[in-house]
């Protein structure tokens, strides 16, 4: 990988000077210095290179002569030797990575560096995790201040889409750290229950120092990592499944036309004094070396080139690194360019004499360059390895920060190859996703991505996997057995071709038919004892009330409208007060005319006046009254009950005022309660038609059932409840009926012989007949 950065220099340098156009009449030459990662010695060959000497003398130069401008070198190295040449203000090109400490302009301002910044790595990587659904990711990161960094902009962004980590790894930059990772990082990896790892090593770490062991790790992993660390270039080359399928972020870059030419016909013979190719050469094809100056090889392959190398010993494919090599080598080219022209302008006649200058002038025309470093964009490559080290990067996809965010990342998912044993696209989650109909529950001290799934509660859903929360479906909606999916309620009331309003029906129209056949048997025997007895005029008005009961309840059954609204509870308080009061002027007739024993005392006159008959018109005009100041301040309105039955919104008629409802229906109550009291206080009364025992007995069964009515009204809802009110409407009118004229209709019709008046011997009892008689 480093001698490719070589060659790429020789490339860049040969273009140029084959160039007419740009620095014509002048040659750039190079010279190439070794620079150790140790700390140690770090400085050592820039020591050299400065003094000119083979020992490191500070503050001294033999290098009078020097035709160096620049220096192009990695930004870790720049780092450490920067504040060195920034005294001498020497131009500085980085080739990369892109280290933030270094755009310090006050600090380095000679320092020019050509890579772009990495600040949407992360935002890139978060994006592959969330494409893949991979919400449980494991990281190894270099302990260097710029992987401590990524891995906090990482960890930002990855929170940001709710993935989560499950351990973090740093990769030691010192030798002494190295044994004591080893072992623990190794366990964390195994035992970890992600199937993905982002590893991020900066140059300088020592991943590359332990990829003995690390190489044992990759067997079902994937791997998300950069191309800063180019492990496909290791001098050994891996077995089948080490880091096959790995995913690469490589710095998107334009192809240089004529490059992969030039390193097909770079050899020994073409550079006889580059001893590094030489070298190179003997070992990668095996040649001997004979010489003094150990640069003759003899025995070498007569097709070798670079391009028959397996990807382990060389990579054809320009790396990030050899095309920043290239831009700088041309950006110094241009600048040396712009200065001699402008030189030549402000001297014209220079007597024959070279131009010289010094590296600082390059400073003004460098910066005219504008090495703006933006965001960079990537290339995603993934690495294919075959037996025996020959390897390949494929590019399956791209990202760039600069589109809309639907399309930043790109990827061909049929040309990517999963780490070995994965024949499908690899699952790295903490917990399976929740499919719709479910919640995530999170689990107490997990992290988010670790939850159990719940069902979604009645009436709410969840159509996507993995929701935080079910959603609640709208009123006039509901939700189905599976939860993920909200359907239209259908609207429905209590009908007449269902069952129940059916039986409603039949049930009432029954009971209003045999009502009036019981009124047309007390007219075909109006003049018997019996039906003169009892009050025939107040028999004949109950019982048309009482028909009027039964039909009453139709309005409760059918679709709703405006008028049966209003007509339900009027029409119901009315017919049942006219019924009620006249069980109570028929008890009050009974209970006066036994209590009459002489012909001058009040009560004969009441009796005789008919003022217990008053009782029906007044009952029914304070009920009237009272319907009447229900409708004018809150009438009854169709209404709809959506959460009474599932699935369904019934069409019901809302009361208007509670208040007046149970005030007409209290009042109902107070008259039904005073007709029992003045029917239960004339029960014991002498005669042989004296129905005060039957009017005890109906209102004692009318009250039950108005009684029973109120707690199960309230405990029921939609249709039921208004099933519940037709019901006690037939019930009621039914125990009125059959309590007082079923008995009566018995003697009637089957015993006609206790129909018959006996022995009037008694005036007094003639007088009284004629009383209730005149009465009626």
């Excluded at 150790?36 to 503050?59: K, Q, R």
């Excluded at 302009?105 to 990495?118: A, E, H, N, R, W």
């Excluded at 402000?346 to 360059?369: D, I, R, T, Y």
């Excluded at 129209?509 to 009124?519: I, R």
Aim: glycine letters at 6%; one cysteine or more; charged letters at 15%.
């Amino acid at each position: 990988k480093n001698y490719q950065y070589a060659l790429a220099l020789v490339f860049a340098i040969e273009e140029i000077n084959k160039n007419p156009h740009l620095l014509p009449n002048m040659t750039l030459g190079f010279g190439l210095y070794n620079v150790m990662h140790s700390a140690m010695t770090v400085m050592e060959n820039p020591f050299i290179w400065l003094v000119g000497l083979e020992e490191d003398i500070p503050n001294y130069t033999c290098r009078k002569q020097s035709k160096s401008v620049a220096v192009i070198s990695q930004s870790s190295i720049a780092v450490q030797m920067g504040t060195l040449l920034e005294l001498y203000k020497i131009p500085q090109l980085t080739l990369g990575p892109f280290e933030p400490l270094l755009s310090d302009s006050g600090q380095f301002p000679s320092l020019y560096q050509m890579t772009p910044k990495d600040t949407s790595l992360a935002h890139g990587m978060a994006s592959l995790m969330l494409h893949f659904g991979w919400t449980w990711v494991g990281l190894a990161i270099s302990d260097l201040p710029k992987g401590v960094q990524f891995m906090s902009d990482l960890k930002v962004e990855l929170h940001k889409n709710g993935i989560c980590v499950d351990f973090v790894e740093l990769i030691p930059a010192t030798v002494e750290t190295l044994s004591s990772l080893q072992n623990s990082a190794h366990i964390q990896i195994l035992k970890s229950s992600a199937n993905v790892v982002i590893l991020f090593c900066v140059t300088e770490s020592l991943i590359g120092a332990s990829f003995q062991s690390w190489r044992e790790l990759m067997m079902w992993k994937v791997w998300v990592t950069t191309s800063q660390w180019d492990f496909a270039s290791s001098e050994k080359p891996f077995l089948f499944h080490s880091f096959h399928g790995t995913l690469i972020f490589s710095d998107h870059h334009s192809e240089i036309s004529g490059f992969k030419n030039f390193l097909q016909t770079a050899n020994p013979s073409k550079y006889p004094e580059d001893s590094y190719l030489s070298k190179f050469w003997s070992l990668a094809f095996n040649c001997s070396v004979s010489g003094a100056s150990c640069k003759t090889l003899q025995n070498c392959p007569l097709n070798a080139s670079l391009d028959s190398l397996p990807l382990h010993h060389f990579d054809m494919t320009m790396s990030d690194g050899s095309y920043n090599i290239y831009n700088a080598v041309y950006a110094v080219a241009h600048s040396v360019h712009e200065m001699l022209l402008q030189e030549v302008e402000m001297q014209p006649v220079n007597n024959g004499s070279k131009l010289a200058f010094s590296p600082w002038q390059l400073h003004p025309f460098l910066k005219n360059l504008q090495f703006i470093n933006p965001a960079a964009e990537y290339d995603i490559l993934n690495f294919w390895n075959f037996p025996y080290g020959f390897g390949r990067k494929v590019k399956v996809g791209w990202f760039s920060p600069y589109v809309s965010q639907s399309e930043q990342l790109s990827l061909s998912e049929n040309l990517i190859e999963w780490a070995t044993g994965i024949t499908e696209t690899p699952h790295s989650v903490c917990s399976v996703s929740c499919s719709p109909g479910l919640r995530k529950s999170p689990l107490e001290g997990k992290p988010a991505c670790c939850f159990d799934c719940t069902p979604c509660p009645e009436n709410e859903i969840s159509n996507q996997t993995d929701m935080d929360q079910c959603v609640k479906c709208p009123d006039l909606q509901y939700a189905n057995t599976e939860r993920d999916q909200c359907f239209y309620k259908k609207l429905t009331f209590l009908s007449f071709e269902e069952p129940l309003g059916m039986t409603l029906v039949c049930t009432a129209v029954c009971f209003s038919v045999l009502t009036a056949v019981v009124l047309g048997v007390f007219v075909k025997h109006r003049d018997t004892p019996i039906v003169k007895a009892n009050n025939r005029c107040l028999s004949y008005i109950l019982l048309i009330a009482l028909i009027f009961c039964f039909l009453c309840s139709l309005l409760f059954i059918g679709h709703p409208n405006t008028t049966t609204c209003v007509l339900q509870q009027t029409t119901f308080g009315v017919v049942f007060t006219m019924a009620v009061s006249t069980v109570l002027a028929k008890t009050i007739t009974v209970l006066l005319a036994f209590k009459v024993t002489a012909p001058g005392r009040r009560m004969r006159h009441w009796l005789i006046s008919g003022l217990p008959n008053s009782i029906i018109p007044i009952c029914s005009l304070i009920q009237l009254a009272l319907c009447a100041i229900w409708l004018g301040t809150s009438p009854p309105f169709i209404d709809t009950d959506a959460h009474s039955e599932h699935g369904h919104i019934i069409l019901v008629c809302n009361k208007g005022s509670v208040t007046a409802f149970y005030c007409v229906l209290g009042y109902l109550g107070s008259l039904a309660l005073a007709s029992f009291t003045v029917a239960f206080l004339a029960r014991n009364l002498p005669d042989k038609f004296n129905e005060a025992k039957f009017l005890t007995f109906s209102m004692l069964v009318f009250c039950s059932v108005w009684v029973t009515f109120l707690p199960v009204y309230h405990s029921t809802k939609g249709k039921v409840m208004v099933a519940v009110e037709v019901f006690s409407i037939l019930a009621s009118g039914a125990g009125l009926l059959g309590c007082i004229f079923v008995p009566k209709c018995y003697i009637i019709l089957f015993r006609p012989e206790k129909n018959a008046l006996k022995g009037f011997r008694d005036r007094i009892a003639s007088k009284e007949i004629d009383v209730l008689k005149c009465s009626s």
